[in-house]
């Protein structure tokens, strides 16, 4: 797979004087210019508020809003595009998921499932509901390599359990999780399963249907797109039976001075004005992704994974987390003995390399692990074999420098 670093206009510069090497893309990943252009040109040329206005400028920017959900729609192979929601990110899909299906169908003595690889933003909605209506959280145990333990997985959700929320890919552990089996046992048990697809959906191809999701969250800014677009899937039947989160302008269809009706799907749901330049920007991302190809993409992290992990096993007192490179996503959290990954992160930006440090909102997941903190390299589609050998020389330097007080790393 061949990807023109050119694309990206940030990839240009150096850091410390050093080319970059940008290896956070798990936090958020960088823009094209195809998607720097389109959200410029919508402000230049369509900016309008959508749906409510009759003049030229208005429907032309509804045009390009709704053709941004079809987009996303067949992206996800979504059954229908009233089963795609516009929101602010994944954060705000799964809070969206707690406060309206979670209120009205988990109740006193019911229980939630989740995993100890989860992200704070599929902990923190859940342990609120659980404390407004007295349910129980229960958490799926792991095997020794990070992965999910699935006879565990089948003895937590039971004749209880409501809702069971779990990442599809880790943030920090690079697990991609049998979805499609928990599905299964979610729904032998009448719970519906909530996947979190922060870390799944710009790195793999997905599809709704065939892991019988019945809510699906990303954002818009892991996958090439701007900040502050998200996405929430749901079944249109839950959907239809759910409450909206929010109220006001767009999602009415008509007000009184004491009751209101709602739109139909998906605009009940899209209340105020929405983040049109995102969506449009996120659709013009998926355009560029569908351009190379899922399939490649995967392909191509694979191949880096398969490339690097070896390489870090080697060096001298680094632990890397997670299972083997054939079940590895291109998240690789690892610790370097004797070095808090806050030092080593600061070393490696001295030498042009971005990497994360600290607990990457998953506290839950490092307590599990026994460790305070990991140092984290999350590659994507612009990330090359060089970038690799640049990050193991630069760990190795950075060791060389912390033992033997050498004065710079060159």
């Known amino acids: 797979m061949h990807i023109n670093k050119n694309d990206f206009p940030i990839l240009q510069q150096q850091m410390h004087q050093h080319d970059m090497v940008y290896l956070d893309n798990a936090a958020t990943s960088q823009k094209p210019q195809v998607v720097i252009d389109a959200i410029t040109k919508y402000y230049q040329l369509s900016n309008a508020n959508v749906h409510r206005g009759i003049y030229e400028l208005s429907q032309h920017a509804t045009e390009a809003y709704e053709q941004a959900r079809d987009k996303v729609t067949a992206f996800l192979h979504a059954q229908q595009r009233e089963e795609v929601l516009f929101t602010r990110g994944t954060t705000e899909s799964l809070n969206w998921i707690a406060c309206t299906y979670g209120i009205a169908n988990v109740h006193d003595g019911d229980e939630i499932v989740l995993s ?52 599809h890919a880790s943030n920090v552990l690079g697990v991609v999780n049998p979805i499609k089996k928990l599905a299964d046992l979610a729904h032998q048990q009448g719970a519906v399963i909530v996947v979190d697809g922060a870390q799944s959906t710009p790195h793999m191809p997905v599809d709704v249907q065939q892991i019988q999701a019945d809510f699906f969250a990303f ?38 001075l004491l009751d209101a009706t709602f739109q139909p799907l998906p605009w009940k749901f899209e209340a105020g004005t929405p983040n049109v330049a995102g969506a449009i920007g996120l659709g ?11 399939d490649n993409v995967q ?44 030092d080593l992160a600061t070393a490696l930006d001295q030498q042009g390399v971005a990497i994360r440090a600290g607990h990457h909102c998953a506290q839950p997941l490092m307590h599990y692990l026994n460790a305070s903190a990991t140092a984290r390299a999350s590659f994507y589609i612009y990330n090359t074999m060089a970038d690799a050998d640049k990050l193991v020389d630069s760990i190795m330097a950075t060791k060389e420098y912390f033992n033997h007080g050498i004065r710079s790393f060159g």
């Open 116 to 167: 100890y690889m989860e992200h704070h933003a599929n902990i923190v909605p859940w342990q609120q509901l659980a404390k407004k209506v007295n349910a129980k959280l229960k958490y799926i145990a792991l095997n020794e390599d990070g992965t999910l333990n699935m006879a565990d997985a089948q003895k937590q959700i039971t004749s209880r359990t409501k809702i069971v929320a779990v990442a």
């Open 219 to 256: 954002s818009g800014h892991k996958m090439l797109g701007p900040m502050g677009i998200g996405v929430l899937y749901g079944k249109r039947q839950l959907l239809e039976a759910m409450p909206p989160a929010q109220f006001g302008g767009e999602m009415i269809e008509r007000v009184g």
């Open 284 to 294: 013009v991302a998926i355009d560029y992704l569908n351009q190379i190809g899922m």
């Open 299 to 342: 392909q191509h992290e694979k191949d880096l994974v398969n490339y690097i992990l070896p390489k870090l096993s080697e060096i001298d007192g680094v632990r890397v987390y997670g299972p083997q490179a054939a079940n590895h996503s291109g998240v690789i959290a690892f610790n370097v003995d004797q070095l808090h990954p806050h």
